[in-house]
């Protein structure tokens, strides 16, 4: 007897384009949304789109509630939860970077209330998924968490945004290619729950955004448009899969690695990027996709080594060396490189001299 079942949550809404800012508060009249709601926003995204979003509420007769997050910690997503109970909202809108936008998801997961997902930079492929990444003592936990209702994605405010964080979303595109490999490495070797669905349109992402890494330059909106259909495109593979899988190996685990050992140091996708280009490396050897990888980061002025990012050689080695234990997901790194192959990887792809 067939017994398998899934739910796959995707957003009803996905608007996108110039100026579309001004449209959240239809969204929400589309959604039958009632009540107040709550923003969840960080500093500048406050400044570029919360404000003036809350403006456009206040014209419409609804009062927001805005609670402004530094870090994505759980202690943020408690306070949210706490502003949200005082408050008496009804729904939550995120509005900011990949931080603002996880925070908002897992405070509505927890509240059982709907959320929108409005970002400010098209630095992360978490927009439309339904997992919340999280930083908790020694590990980084992957959540499940509520998807948005609707995503409003304005190209404007995207493109103004500074330029590294677009690259930064491109990288963490890019580094769909590694996570995949993991995936099918660990499906073979651990018997990991797989879908080829989710796996080839995360690969076809990372594809097409590669192949038209020509549009993909500072001042042009159309980088914009394509990156952030990109980003969610991604974050639709992680939402068939139920697991951020399709987009997160080992590269992502050198990343939230390097979160702990250098916190603030580059941005996610900049790091995850140079940690697709060693894993590809440990996958395929030195005639494989790793020079690919570095030649399309470095065609979208992503950084391609350690001292791009701002980290210092010996941090990466540590990173490399002790980053599987991050989580419990099986990846090329098995259960751990030594100091001599992490330096021999690192230097082979010039991400340390
Ligand atoms: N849930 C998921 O599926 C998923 C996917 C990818 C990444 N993530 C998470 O997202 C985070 C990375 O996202 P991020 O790189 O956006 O980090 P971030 O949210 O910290 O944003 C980076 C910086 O850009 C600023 N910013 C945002 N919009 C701006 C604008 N228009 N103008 C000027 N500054 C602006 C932010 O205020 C912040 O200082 C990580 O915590 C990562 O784990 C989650
Ligand atoms: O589950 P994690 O490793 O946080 O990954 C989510 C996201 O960063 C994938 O691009
Ligand atoms: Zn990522």
């Known amino acids: 007897m067939f017994e398998k079942s899934t739910w796959i949550r995707l957003p009803r809404n ?18 039958h949304l009632q009540g107040r709601p709550l923003f969840v926003t960080s500093p500048t995204p406050r400044e570029v789109a919360a404000d003036p979003i809350a403006a456009d509420f206040e014209a419409a007769g609804i009062e927001p509630a ?18 949200a109970e005082a408050e008496g909202v009804s729904y939550l809108v995120g509005i900011g970077g990949g931080k603002a936008i996880d925070i ?50 304005d190209t404007g405010i995207l493109a103004e945004a500074p330029w590294e964080l677009t690259t930064a979303g491109c990288a963490d595109i890019i580094s769909n290619y590694t996570a995949v490999m993991d995936w099918r490495l660990a499906q073979r070797l651990q018997d990991v729950e797989y879908s080829e669905y989710a796996a080839a349109l995360s690969e076809m992402t990372a594809e097409i955004l590669v ?51 250098a916190p603030g140091a580059a941005l996610h996708g900049h790091q995850v990027g140079v940690g697709s280009i060693m894993t590809a490396y440990l996958h395929q050897g030195a005639d494989g996709i790793w020079r690919a990888i570095r030649d399309a980061l470095a065609s979208i002025d992503a950084p391609t080594t350690a001292a791009e990012l701002g980290i210092d050689d010996e941090t990466v080695i540590e990173a490399l060396t002790t980053c599987h234990e991050i989580r419990d997901r099986y990846t090329i790194l098995g259960s751990g490189m030594n100091e001599r192959a992490a330096r021999d990887v690192a230097t082979k792809t010039g991400v340390i001299d």
């Open 66 to 83: 805005i609670v402004t997050i530094e870090k994505a910690t759980f202690d943020a997503v408690e306070r949210v939860i706490e502003v």
């Open 104 to 153: 908002a998801k897992l405070a509505s997961h927890h509240l059982e209330m709907g959320f929108l997902s409005v970002p400010t930079a098209a630095s992360h492929d978490g927009i439309v998924s339904n997992r919340g990444s999280v930083p908790d003592g020694d590990s980084r936990h992957s959540v499940a968490a509520e998807p948005p209702l609707a995503v409003v994605a």
């Open 14 to 31: 996905v608007v996108v384009g110039h100026g579309v800012r001004s449209e959240v508060v239809d969204v929400v009249d589309d959604l």
């Open 211 to 261: 192949d038209n890494a020509d549009l993909i330059r500072p001042g042009l909106e159309e980088s914009a448009w394509v990156v952030t259909k990109a980003l969610m495109s991604s974050g639709v593979a992680m939402s068939i899969a139920g697991s951020s899988r399709p987009a997160s190996g080992a590269e992502h685990l050198f990343s939230h690695q390097l979160d702990r050992l």
